[in-house]
């Protein structure tokens, strides 16, 4: 999930470096001090697939970062499996589109997010744990612009979405077979912010949660069709709640749904960035975390 302005080409060098960590840690083996040889129980992985919101992006330092849902879902995780090696490949701006052909970031060997994971998941076979996924938002993130929503742009975008999503959904889950825990998200609607610009922006705001409303239904269903568990983003968010109203420190009173877009993401700050802030990644996370657990 990025602002077109904000894609950030190549993938970090954290993510290159497990990737070949992982890739090695498979046939290492270790000398204990007699010289005999021990091989050390295999690591279990988690591979980790998405937009910037997977990748960590923070606007205020302008890259990704290690505070993204997938690095804190991986350290909850990992207090079960100390074993558990993380495989982040989220490339910020990636669409459906690019997932799978690639042309954004860089993955040593792969054509693309999703060749590098599948490859990795082939590989791997019974070593993966988990696999988590979120991709759709940048395919109409740009339909809405200059206070208005542009309808054309949102509908081939949301055909899109239904068209790759069940691709990459059910590559991923021929590549891992039934061995790993496979959940995706749905997403909150940053342009609920525009709600503290004006009547024009509360209309504005409330014709957004619809796009999402259709956008996220398009998402769950390529997700179950092939496997996958939903983490209720959207829910987690109280992205349709107009009616509950909280008070927000130096506006006074709004939506709780507006409330906490302001409270979880920058959109309210003076960088109007449609990013999670790190508490905001911690709710993701927990949708992630609270879906799992009902899965065990």
Known sequence: MSSTSRI???????AVAALATATMAG????????????????????VSL??????????DVHTNTSLSYTDQLYTQLKKHDPRLVHIKLGCSGETTGTMIDGGICSYPGATSQLDAA????RAHRGEVRYVTLDIGAN??????????IDQACTTAGVATVGTQL?????????????????????????????????PAGQTLAQQSTALSTVLNGVIAKG???????????????????????????GVGAVPLNVARICAWTWECTPYHD???????YGVLAAAFEKTLERRR
């Open 8 to 14: 950030r080409r190549g993938l970090t060098a954290l």
């Open 27 to 46: 046939t290492a083996s270790a000398h204990d001090r007699g010289g005999r040889h021990h091989h050390p129980a295999p690591p279990h992985y988690y």
């Open 50 to 59: 998405g937009d910037s919101l997977a990748a960590g992006y923070q606007p």
């Open 118 to 121: 599948v490859k990795f998941l």
């Open 139 to 148: 395919n109409v993130d740009g339909c809405l612009a200059g206070g208005t």
């Open 166 to 198: 069940p691709q990459i959904a059910g590559a991923l889950r021929r590549a891992g077979g039934g061995g790993p825990e496979y959940v995706g998200m749905n997403y909150y609607d940053p342009f609920l912010a525009v709600w503290l610009t004006g």
């Open 223 to 249: 997700l179950h069709r092939n496997g996958f568990a939903l983490a209720d983003v959207s829910k987690a968010f109280s992205t349709d709640d107009f009616t509950d109203q909280v008070t927000l420190p």
């Open 274 to 280: 449609i990013h999670a802030n790190p508490t905001g």
